[in-house]
């Protein structure tokens, strides 16, 4: 049985790298071993389409993570390892998924097995994410703010097409411009994407001196981005059409814009509510009278704090949070109360404290009151 060789010795990465550092290799590596360049070498067609193997599995999380647990039996019949050659494995590569075999067994878009398969364009380009960090202020008022990324777009010289200019495509001579290869595996007659085209169906005669025939090349580009009033930690924006181009021609993918907000030195966000803390004095505790709390919409809030209000009440402010994302209205503004009690007292102030203290009947705290009610109550039932 063949060896089957370590996807990340393929590219020659290690099994820590970005994806950054993978595409890179892979692209090296494709340049190098692309049929296009190595014409009727057989080594070459084959090295080609082992990377192009171990680079589809490594660039899809979702893969790497499988093929890092499993290794290649991930990827074989059933999630495990085939004995011999027979089965859908066979040491090849096998279906990408379930949708695979029964185009193989009942046939594509109308046709059996004897009809022609439909064939396979190049494939769309890989959505790309990108982290944006914030703050409160331009999430509650929404901004528009400009970003850069190196992204691969298509190739100006040869128009994306992968040719260069004045030449063209040719029909693959190993499938015969089907996209697709037969191999007969005992009763099953099994079919796979060609190797040599990637299932264009036709290969490039003289690649463009650009994109060496990818189509595309690495550009920084500047994006303008809208960022609507009321995003939070979590919200995805989509710029349509700004991933990564495809190859030859083949639709870019998306653009994903991850917002992230800064923490807020006065205020906390739950949902489209926002909260804050108010320390006040003790004789305002127990007055009572107004605070003012300034609000994200510039609004200087005037708080009502009632006569002998106690540390850890909240006051509502109906209005005052955060905007509802692409809808009306706004969340409301929750201030907690913190009786400060004072730490430096003047003469004076001791005075008049004592005098305050001399004529106390318990009935100005209740709680406390209460509170040492209950415990001499439980003492005596104690000492009895």
């Not at 999380?61 to 050659?85: E, I, L, S």
């Not at 040491?91 to 075999?101: H, K, L, N, R, T």
């Not at 949902?271 to 510039?298: M, Q």
């Not at 439980?378 to 000492?383: K, R």
């Amino acid at each position: 049985m063949a060896t089957e060789i370590d996807y990340y010795e393929q590219l020659g990465v290690s099994r820590d790298c970005d994806g950054a550092t993978l595409k890179s290799s892979y692209r090296k590596l494709a340049m190098q071993w692309h049929p296009d360049k190595n014409q009727g070498d057989a080594e070459a067609e084959a090295k080609f389409k082992n990377i192009s193997e171990a680079y589809e599995v490594l660039k899809d999380p979702q893969k790497r993570a499988a093929y890092d647990r499993y290794g290649h039996a991930a990827f074989t019949n059933g999630g495990g390892n085939n004995a011999g050659g027979g089965g859908f494995g066979g040491g090849q590569q096998g279906f990408s998924d379930i949708g695979d075999i029964f185009e193989t067994i009942f046939g594509g878009g109308g046709g059996g097995l004897g009809g022609q398969q439909r064939q396979r364009g190049p494939a769309r380009g890989a959505d790309l994410r990108y982290d944006m960090e914030i703050s409160l202020e331009d999430a509650f008022h929404g901004k528009k703010t400009e970003i850069e990324i190196d992204v691969s777009v298509g190739c100006d010289e040869c128009d994306g097409s992968g040719a260069e200019p004045g030449t063209g495509v040719k029909q693959c001579g190993t499938c015969h411009g089907h996209g697709k290869v037969r191999a007969q595996q005992g009763f099953f007659v099994v079919e796979r994407t060609c190797a040599s085209c990637q299932g264009r169906g036709e290969v490039i005669e003289n690649p463009c001196h650009v994109c060496y025939g990818e189509g595309r090349v690495d550009k920084a580009q500047a994006l303008e981005v809208e960022i609507p009033a009321g995003v939070d930690s979590g919200t995805r924006i989509r710029l349509t059409g700004k991933g990564e181009a495809g190859a030859r021609g083949a639709p870019p993918g998306d653009l994903y814009i991850f917002i992230h907000l800064e923490r807020h030195n006065i205020f906390e966000r739950e949902g489209t509510t926002l909260f804050t803390r108010a320390p006040i004095s003790f004789t305002l505790a127990a007055l009572g009278g107004e605070i003012t709390i300034p609000g994200l919409d510039g609004v200087q809030h005037e708080i009502r704090i009632p006569a002998g209000i106690q540390s850890g009440k909240q006051i509502r402010q109906r209005g005052a949070g955060m905007p509802v994302l692409r809808g009306r209205g706004n969340g409301d503004m929750v201030v907690q109360i913190e009786v400060e009690t004072p730490t430096k007292l003047t003469k004076q102030q001791r005075l008049i404290l004592r005098e305050f203290q001399e004529t106390e009947t318990g009935d100005e705290t209740p709680n406390s009151t209460g509170f040492f009610g209950k415990l001499k109550d439980a003492w005596e039932d104690l000492t009895e």
